[in-house]
């Protein structure tokens, strides 16, 4: 049973280019979660989401952050014209389909540097 | 929503000895609390959990206490190993039972 899946494990974009990240949950999960955590810090929630539904990106910055999760294929946290400061690791996680009080498990996140 | 502090946010201890690390919550609806150990460069994995109906949870040098009157959760590591190194992380399952909020982490660091 594969674990969460992420690519790519690292990118280099140019400021004002556009960095597309991905997901694949564990076999059997259908929550995902995004985390981005910044250098020497904590893990940040940025938003959760089932297959075709958005169920809470209260830690989404507003502005050219967008995520999706379609029904076939993987999530997709999409950042338009980065900039330096949208440099960190972005942690995937996975939780199965059940009721409240699930473990998350995390991918090995993808590491987004902006030059 | 829910809001998780962790305290120390660097801790260093001698090979041998034990290292507790605390952490309090905001959301008394909360009722799992996991928590992450995380090596330099590697995603953050779960090293032991506990859940609202237990006070503590034994996992050989890990131990987990929880005070659900007082919102307070700690990790205690006995005979401490330098591979204990890491960041550990502690968490709380908000509001909702979904969204898992972290505390800012400790750095442990245990001398050899």
Known sequence: ????????????????????????????????????????EGLKFMVYLQKENIIDESGMPKERFSAEFPKE????????QVVRGDSAAYFCASSPTSTAGNTIYFGEGSWLTVV | ???????????????????????????????YFPWYKQELGKRPQLIIDI??????????????TLNKTAKHFSLHITETQPEDSAVYFCAAIGTGGF??????????????
């Open chain 1, 1 to 40: 049973n594969a674990g969460v899946m992420q690519n790519p494990r690292h990118l280099v974009r140019r400021r004002g280019q556009e960095a597309r990240l991905r997901c694949s949950p564990m076999k059997g999960h259908s929550h995902v979660y995004w985390y981005r955590q910044l250098p020497e």
């Open chain 1, 73 to 80: 294929g993987p999530s997709i946290l999409r950042i338009q």
């Open chain 2, 1 to 31: 929503g829910e809001n998780v502090e962790q305290h120390p946010s660097t801790l260093s201890v001698q090979e041998g000895d034990s290292a507790v690390i605390k952490c309090t919550y905001s959301d008394s609806a909360s009722n």
């Open chain 2, 51 to 64: 859940r609202s109906n237990v006070g503590e949870k034994k996992d050989q040098r890990i131990a987990v």
């Open chain 2, 99 to 112: 969204k898992t909020i972290f505390g800012a982490g400790t750095r442990l660091f245990v001398k050899a």
